[in-house]
Nanobody, 120 residues
Framework: QVQLVESGGGLVQPGGSLRLSCAASGDIFRFSTMGWYRQAPGKERELAAAITSGFATNYADSVKGRFTVSRDNAKNTVYLQMDSLKPEDTAVYYC??????????????WGKGTLVTVSS
């Protein structure tokens, strides 16, 4: 089993920055993809950014150029550097790990979320 713990959320003014961290523990598969989803009030959860074990990245169009996802495999930690934050970035951010459990099966693990509020 895998456990994910997020940290770094908080209140920031528009144009400001935050860095989220997610530490994974447990039986982590070598080729797991990690990333960040977010859910704003009244909206569906969406992928913000993801990074593979080989450091390939994927971003939502809404955050490209402003957010940077990275990982430290030695620490089993994924980060989300958020710059030029906008009020519409306000959401609960959830860490995600996709474990290729076995052929044809992917298991999703989720953190409990950390709240990011962008407001003046």
């Amino acid at each position: 089993q895998v456990q994910l713990v997020e940290s770094g959320g908080g209140l920031v003014q528009p144009g400001g920055s935050l860095r989220l961290s997610c530490a994974a523990s447990g039986d982590i598969f070598r080729f797991s993809t990690m990333g960040w989803y977010r859910q704003a009030p009244g909206k569906e959860r969406e992928l913000a950014a993801a990074i593979t074990s080989g450091f390939a990245t994927n971003y939502a169009d809404s955050v490209k150029g402003r957010f940077t996802v990275s990982r430290d495999n030695a620490k089993n930690t994924v980060y989300l550097q958020m710059d030029s934050l906008k009020p519409e970035d306000t959401a609960v951010y959830y860490c995600n790990l996709k474990d290729p459990y076995k052929i044809g099966t992917v298991v999703d693990y989720w953190g409990k979320g950390t709240l990011v509020t962008v407001s003046s």
